[in-house]
């Protein structure tokens, strides 16, 4: 039961975030001719606005806030600088890559058209044809993270994100840019040749956005019956942890019904782990303290291709793939 103003309030953060924001962007792409691109700035402006006022007056941890420490306020300042140039590469790099990838596609569903067949349910309502899209690409979400974790190759380019130290409303950026690829791929080739139309593409991207600021955000969720289904921020902030035993869990997202499957769910019922960021069994890389952010942010960038050209060793496969949760 609700024993205080806060307990009531946490009740509404993540339908506010996760449902409305969608919500607010469906309107907008109705009212705005169909602009995709309108609608999915305005949805995600203002999760981003929601997590920053939940985060302030409903923290979840003291210590994860941006002004605790100098050390978290130069991370924050760096996530920003993810921030920005995620955009500007997502906009300007992975869309055109991604969209010569769909025009190639899309003339396999001009010849597929002609012979008349249509894989897709279009006729079914906007909700069973989300769940089956929830479905199939979380499963492709679910192998492709599980291998950024267990096999050493991806680790070396999964633990820049795996670096932070506290989980606050810039952290969901923090990501080599590489990760944007195999974020956004695995979904578009699973739902691009299948026809889904743009309204629900729609929702379903605004849906991840929003799992995405939650899951690595530092404001107080009260998601108890979510949580056996949805991907939360319970579940998230101990894929986050220094210990490898409860980092190598929670893959699946944004439900779960992955890591139910495949028994990788790890939820214990408790504030979480008392530490976040890289293994503790591994060395502290430079980058990690390294005192410019725009140092940081190009060591960075570079620790993966200096792991795979073998300049830098880094963690051993074994360390990586042992105590599995
Ligand atoms: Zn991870």
Redesign the pocket.
Known sequence: MPKSVGDIAALFTYPLIAFACPALGWLVFHHSDGNLFLASMSATTLMLALVILFEQTLPFRAEWRAKSSEQSFKNTRLNVLYMTTSFIFQEFIVKVVLTALFIALFGLLLDRSTLGVDFWPHHWHWFPQLVVIFLLTDFFNYWT?RC??EWHQGWAL?KI??SLEELNWSAAAKMHMLEHFLNSGPRLIVLIPLGVSHEVFLLYMLYNSAVGFIVHSNARYNTKWFNYILYTQDHHRF?HSQDIRE?NSN?SGPTVIWDLIFGTLYLPHTRGPDKLGLYSHENIPRWQREHSIWKSYWLQFLSPFKYWLGIDKGTSHRDNSTGTA
């Open positions: 993270h950024l974790h999964h994100h795996h894929h980092a893959y």
